[in-house]
């Protein structure tokens, strides 16, 4: 049995409540393996207190990233982009570079990283998991598109998604460039799609913050992941 533990939910926003506090991040347990996936400003614990095996990073943006602004030191590898290390004010000591498309081991997880677009300075990965056997899940935390669906979401059990918006368009453009993030309907649309029937939105906006129970009535079988909780694989 696996675990998928929500450190934290909510987006870069300065609204928050008892549920959402702390910036979106999880730690998967597999085994006696822990992968922590982002470790963004706003933190509840420790990373001595997490203790993960290895940290995944999915871009360089503060409520992901803490070496954006802070120089931030441990021994534990953290795995990011060459674009992610390039950007951040600060590096980890120990980290490790991973490429898009490229499958890696971590304990008992194998990890693919890939592309997602969202934002234009900071480019961004996803991470497609094989928890065990035919069990895979898909993290993309902030997310305008995934660019190629197909290959991504094919057989996927778990989605978990970027809710920083419900119905507000806060996906933007530049020339032919789009970023920003987007709506959980077109997310839920993408899922319909490729028959993935277990979705969980996390990093969480203003406006599902405000409309949480709202969200939750008109899709009852969608959760909204909240701090500290925990689903079981």
Known sequence: MAKVIFLGTKGEIE???TRHHYHSSVVIENQSFKLLIDYGRI???GLEEIKPDAVLITHAHPDHYIWLEEDFTIKIPVYL???TLRYGKYKPVNYK???PDQRYNFGPLEITPYRVLHSLRCPAVGFKIKIFGDFYMVYNPD????LEKNKVLTGVSLYIGDGSS???NLVRRRGDQFFGHARMVTQLNWCKKYKIKNIVFSHLGKELLEKEIEFLNQFPGIKLAYDDMEILI
Do not use: A, G, Q
């Not at 997310?143 to 995934?146: A, E, G, K, R, S």
């Open 97 to 99: 570079i991973i490429l």
């Open 166 to 168: 419900w119905k507000t």
């Open 81 to 83: 982009t060459e674009e």
């Open 43 to 45: 933190h509840r614990s």
């Open 15 to 17: 609204e928050e409540n």
């Open 143 to 146: 997310v305008v598109d995934i």
